[in-house]
T-cell receptor
């Protein structure tokens, strides 16, 4: 069966510090991978998606970037965090487009 | 106008009640429809996935899709306190959309004993 991991689970960082969140998927190959942010108010906003190694598409201009160095690894980064980057970051995978997505446990980021 | 509209609630029902959760959408390209359940401070959990108009049943849950009206519903029968969570509808289109999901805002449901 497939499993998706995210770490860390929680993170408190000062403004201006760098960020690296990691997501890995087990039990599947060549998944589509997604990063979402969920701010207060519950809506999920798609940040990045990837259909293969090194292939990243950005949905919204922002202070964040994503990379996919391996087939089942997806990384969300920032060089300098802003207060507005606080939120709940969710990684998801799907076996292909037009199919359901499965979410990881999330990382709660607080920028102070 | 948002592409997907979902009443945020909150919705409070007694244990054993039938719950109806609804979303409307405006983008006729949406072909795939999902319902997720999200407990506080957890990732969303997929409950139902469907791609055709009509009903799909799984245990106490029934998903209903009406593409002509651009309307989807989730029914929960014999609701339990453990069903208390936020319920999110999500949908995606075909073609080159790469399965990007568009979510509703979520409905907060509380089932009280």
């Amino acid at each position: 069966s497939q499993t998706i991991h995210q770490w860390p689970a929680t993170l408190v960082q000062p403004v201006g510090s760098p960020l690296s969140l990691e997501c890995t998927v087990e039990g599947t190959s060549n998944p589509n991978l997604y990063w979402y942010r969920q701010a207060a108010g519950r809506g999920l906003q798609l940040l990045f998606y990837s259909v293969g190694i090194g292939q990243i598409s950005s949905e919204v201009p922002q202070n964040l970037s994503a990379s996919r160095p391996q087939d089942r690894q997806f990384i969300l980064s920032s060089k300098k965090l802003l207060l507005s980057d606080s939120g709940f970051y969710l990684c998801a995978w799907s076996p292909g487009h037009g199919t359901e997505q499965f979410f990881g446990p999330g990382t709660r980021l607080t920028v102070l | 106008q948002k592409e997907v509209e979902q009443d945020p609630g909150p919705l409070s029902v007694p244990e054993g009640a039938i719950v109806s959760l609804n979303c409307t959408y405006s983008n006729s390209a949406f072909q795939y429809f999902m319902w997720y359940r999200q407990y506080s401070r957890k990732g969303p959990e997929l409950l139902m996935y469907t791609y055709s108009s009509g009903n799909k049943e799984d245990g106490r849950f029934t998903a209903q899709v009406d593409k002509s009206s651009k309307y989807i519903s989730l029914f929960i029968r014999d609701s339990q306190p453990s069903d208390s969570a936020t319920y999110l509808c999500a949908m995606s289109g075909g073609g080159t959309s790469y399965g990007k999901l568009t979510f509703g805002q979520g409905t907060i449901l509380t089932v009280h004993p």
